[in-house]
């Protein structure tokens, strides 16, 4: 027997790591099994974070944890978002080369002021967010 992670639901029903790994295994869990397990699951958040945070901390002031590092990743993106860069791609490429900022963003360049504009062109969407009681 090995020292497996394993989420026990409060009638302690026991679900290891691999077995939540496996799609079909969640999938096929009845309603009542699917719940507590989601409620126990959930509870697990913050305190995942909590460690999560903890790690990043401890590496980032130099300690060193058996296994775990920082890697280093790229991500592209332009060089700037200036308005002579906007001319030479809408030029070069035409306007499908160039975004309209969210909402937030144009109103923290603009202030209130771009609100009237905003509210002429804003659409909104719904969506639907788990909820837990």
Request: proline share 2%; aromatic share 8%; net charge negative.
């Amino acid at each position: 027997m090995t020292n497996e992670v394993t989420v026990i639901n409060e009638w302690g029903e026991a679900y290891t790591i691999d077995m939540l790994r496996d799609k079909k295994v969640v999938e096929n869990m009845s309603a009542d099994a699917l719940h507590d397990l989601a409620y126990a699951i959930k509870a697990l958040k913050t305190p995942i974070k909590n460690v999560e945070d903890a790690v990043k901390k401890k590496l980032d002031d130099g300690v060193e944890i058996k296994g775990i590092s920082y890697t280093e990743a790229s991500k592209q993106m332009l060089s700037s978002d200036d308005e002579a860069l906007k001319k030479a791609f809408v030029k070069k490429y035409g306007w499908d080369a160039v975004q309209v900022k969210t909402p937030a963003q144009l109103k923290k360049r603009f202030g209130t002021d771009i609100q009237e504009d905003l509210d002429k062109v804003v659409v909104y969407e719904t969506q639907n967010r788990v909820k837990y009681d």
